[in-house]
């Protein structure tokens, strides 16, 4: 792998390896060792066009665990609010020797832009392109439900997933669909038709519009955020109607199986999608994902970028 | 391909490795092995055992994965990480014995010592290996050798071990550049 655009990108088995991956290093900075030198000398771009806090903080976070330079570079206070195009922008930093650019942008696509057009020679990281993907959250939510409920497998066969809400505008739902199929899980999408993207039926998914007939019969249970910045449209009556039908609440909570965990990818609207009760349960899984996340994002940059310098695309 | 060292040798030069590291530290307890995975780590503990059946008791044994410390991560393609299997103990004020398979350029080893400096501060490292081929490119040296092997550069030594291979046996080819 040169970059990390799509889980498209990744085959099974890579997929594979860069959980495992993970895994050893999370063990190694659980332990004693901090700090690794393996991407000593190498610069890593964050170059945040769109808020974030989780997904920023994160990868500095793996970056500087393995030692690279990181150079943070967000839309406010830079001269993308100037109006600077993404091509003027890539060639600065290729000109600043970027190993890596993580880039996160509200123009799905922006990232294949940037590792597709020979502007610049380091590896690209979509750390979330739009309503397009963001892999490195669905390997960490990948991660997060392996190790919960994985028994020591390898892959996810068998396990059964429900991505609940804003399907439309979720970035972090098509990414999971694509990784967590190709892992062997079954995966239901929970949503009101309005928030589906069209489409929808080709996807290897079920579909469903009813959480309670659904809720008993899954393993983990992901929330998504409804996205209020990208909600230009009226998707449904009101926020009290949505939290009724679509929202995670002490009862269906209770109508859970035992061994059932609650994600959300963050940040959360406490009262909308998920009720406080909810976020803070002892089956949420919610603020490990967090730390998961900076496991399953140093595994990315090890790989990425801890070997030789692989010419032209994917190996 | 030859083989240089039958698996009755490989048994006979652990277990005197084994008497070695004992005479060297005076007993078991202040010691800790650690295998350099993979088959460094099988050796590990088929010394600790050989110890704990000298002296009765439990040395303390783990693995150290090297990957993460290596100077030629930028030459070949990212490797995937071998667990790294601390004692509880820890290697603070232990005299840990770093277990490898073959010695040659030296590499691992000083890795292996990058990775224990992050770990913590042991009394004293020494390095027990099964065969040393020598060509080392580093000024590193084993305390405990279960063969020396002269070799040419080109040449091949695999060590086969039963838990990785399913046969015990140290054999030498004739090589491409290595």
Known sequence: ?315 | MKTVLPAPDISRAIVRIAHEILERYDGADSITLLGIPTRGAHLATRIAAAINAIEGGQVAVGTLDTTMHRDDLRTRSPKALLPTLIPTAGVEGRHVVLVDDVLFSGRTIRAALDALGEIGRPTSVSLAVLVDRGHRELPIKADFVGKNIPTSRSEIIKVNLVEVDGTDEVTIAEGGVK
Do not use: C
């Not at chain 1, 922008?89 to 650019?101: E, I, N, P, R, S």
């Open chain 1, 1 to 315: 792998m040169k970059h990390l655009l799509s889980i498209n990108d990744l085959s099974r088995d890579e997929s594979i390896l860069i959980l495992d991956t993970a895994a050893e290093l999370a063990r190694i900075s659980d332990g004693p060792m901090k700090k690794l030198p393996t991407l000593r000398g190498r610069t890593i771009v964050n170059l945040f066009a769109e808020d974030s806090t989780r997904t920023r903080i994160s990868f500095e976070a793996a970056a500087k665990r393995l030692s690279a330079d990181v150079i943070n570079f967000s839309a406010k206070g830079s001269s993308l609010s100037k109006g600077e195009s993404l091509k003027d922008t890539a060639q600065t930093l290729q000109a600043m020797g970027a190993d890596a650019v993580v880039i996160r942008h509200p123009a799905s696509g922006a990232p294949f832009r940037l590792a597709d057009n020979q502007w610049m020679s380091g590896a690209v990281i979509n750390a979330g392109d739009g309503t397009h993907e963001h892999p490195s959250q669905a390997l960490l939510d990948a991660y997060t439900i392996r190790k919960h409920l994985g028994k020591g497998a390898k892959d996810l066969a068998g396990l059964r997933v429900a991505i609940v809400g804003d399907i439309l505008h979720s970035r972090v739902a098509r990414s999971n669909v694509l990784l967590l199929t190709k892992l062997g899980a079954h995966v239901t999408l929970v949503a009101p038709p309005t928030l589906l993207p069209f489409g929808v039926d080709s996807w290897p998914v079920i579909i469903s519009y009813d959480l309670d007939s659904v809720i008993p019969q899954v393993d983990a249970i992901m929330m998504l955020r409804i996205q209020q910045e990208r909600m230009h449209e009226i998707f449904f009556p009101s926020a009290r109607e949505y939290s009724r039908y679509f929202g995670l609440n002490r009862d269906r909570i209770n109508a859970l199986n035992p061994n059932a965990i609650i994600m959300h990818p963050g940040p959360m609207n406490r009262g909308l999608e998920i009720t406080a009760d909810a976020a803070d349960s002892a089956r949420s899984v919610i603020v490990e994902q967090v730390s998961n996340g900076v496991s399953v994002r140093m595994a990315i940059l090890y790989l990425l970028l801890g070997g030789a310098p692989i010419e032209g695309g994917i190996n």
